[in-house]
């Protein structure tokens, strides 16, 4: 399973994902309360289901027109 992070630059949380039978997450690019985000980079961290955080961040950056 994996848990997954998305973070703003400022270190708030955006969003949450949980998958416990698999290694797969698709971002609809929404926050935790349903709303768009915005155009801005981000970071997500991933982490198994015992909470053991990854090192490894990768750093996206959103476009919205």
């Known amino acids: 399973g994996i848990e997954v992070y998305i973070y703003t630059i400022a270190g708030d949380l955006v969003r949450f994902y949980q998958n416990p039978g698999g290694s797969v997450v698709f971002w609809d690019l929404k926050n935790n309360y349903g709303a768009d985000v915005a155009t801005e980079e981000y970071y997500i961290v991933f982490s198994d289901p015992s ?4 090192p490894e961040k990768v750093r996206v950056t959103i476009l919205r027109n």
Not at 51 to 54: F, L
């Open 51 to 54: 909470g053991n955080k990854k």
